[in-house]
């Protein structure tokens, strides 16, 4: 099954029969048979006509509209679906199956995070980095045998403490000095495209979650508010490393973005600007656009492979023996 994106801005979808047609004036980009559909996200300033949107929802397919910056303002779904019958599934996990799946995504988390050093280690050895690398590995083996959410918390936040002290070794720029995470307000540029990348990420999990019917309040590691989709906060752990911070990485090494330029100050933070928004968007989506060699051997976009965890957890959700797996890289 496809999950169509149409993240290219000044589309129209259209429908032809069993065919949607994504066109931008008289150029169709591509196409995809409904039978083969299960989803579709559109983002930005791109639109669908009613036609399509009645096809759609007559077979079952949701479609969800989000920002540019992945922010989910809303989603259209067939009047059977929703996410009551999963939240009870979910609901009725028990302390177990949760501290058992918070194990996987602390552990995977701090895996993604030392293969990214290593590799970087081996390219441009490090001092900062070597310790890094063997604190973050005893960290692993700690969260495997943690007993209490709180304590794999805690494990989890002195390994990006260790992560983060040795990232900025591996950027090559001037005007681009990290020396530690800097959340609320992100405080210089690389802290901003961190936050700017983590938060556009997050919604766009959070978009994903709901057009499965999951329940984004239940989650495993982090605690759900009426404000807080804390489901979101766990899927996207296992992703910061290779999608967020190696894009940032390499934004900074490829002299993409302008410290000058490209970010702006106020409220005691450092925020991208107007023209540095449109510009970390660009290679944003044409990261999670480009093809990787799935598990079995298939090429897929990364779009998919965050479909892919969603569903990973909505199995683990029905059947919880099938403990969840969360993405890791090598």
């Known amino acids: 099954m496809i999950t169509l994106y149409v993240s290219q801005q000044g589309c129209y979808v259209t429908l032809d029969k069993e065919t949607l047609l994504i066109k931008q004036g008289e150029t169709i980009h591509s196409q995809v048979q409904l039978p083969f559909l299960e989803q579709i996200l559109i983002f930005g300033k791109s639109q669908i006509s009613t036609q399509a949107i009645r096809a759609c929802l007559w077979r079952n397919i949701p479609i969800a ?39 996987k995504i602390v552990q995977a988390k701090l895996k993604n995070s030392r293969v990214l050093l290593m590799r970087q280690q081996r390219r441009k050895p490090s001092e900062t980095s070597e310790f890094a690398i063997k604190s973050l590995e005893v960290l692993i083996q700690k969260a495997a045998k943690a007993e209490t959410i709180e304590r794999l918390m805690g494990l989890e936040g002195s390994g990006a403490n260790q992560y983060f002290s040795a990232f900025g070794e591996y950027l090559n ?47 495993c590691l982090h605690q759900g508010t009426e404000r807080h ?72 976009p990364r779009w998919d492979l965050l479909t892919q965890q969603v569903k990973a957890f909505k199995a683990f959700v029905y059947k919880p023996i099938q403990l969840y797996q969360p993405y890791q890289i090598r």
């Open 229 to 300: 989709a804390a489901l979101a906060s766990d899927l996207i752990e296992e992703f910061r490393a290779p999608l967020i911070d190696s894009l940032v990485m390499w934004l900074v090494n490829s002299k993409v973005m302008d410290a000058e330029k490209d970010f702006e100050y106020h409220n005691g933070g450092c925020y991208l600007n107007n023209t540095g928004r449109p510009k970390y968007l660009k290679f944003f989506l044409q990261r999670l656009e480009e093809e990787v060699q799935a598990e079995s051997g298939e090429k897929q």
């Open 173 to 219: 720029g001037p005007n681009f000095v990290f020396l530690a995470r800097s959340r609320r307000p992100p405080g210089n540029p690389v802290n901003a495209m961190l936050s700017f990348g983590y938060q556009t990420l997050w919604n766009h999990l959070l978009a994903l979650i709901e057009l499965q019917g999951l329940d984004p309040y239940h989650a």
């Open 65 to 103: 509209y989000l920002s540019r910056m992945g922010y989910c303002y809303g989603r259209l779904m067939p009047i059977e679906r929703g996410y009551r019958q999963l939240s009870r599934y979910q609901q009725q996990l028990t302390a177990i199956d949760r501290l058992l799946v918070a194990q």
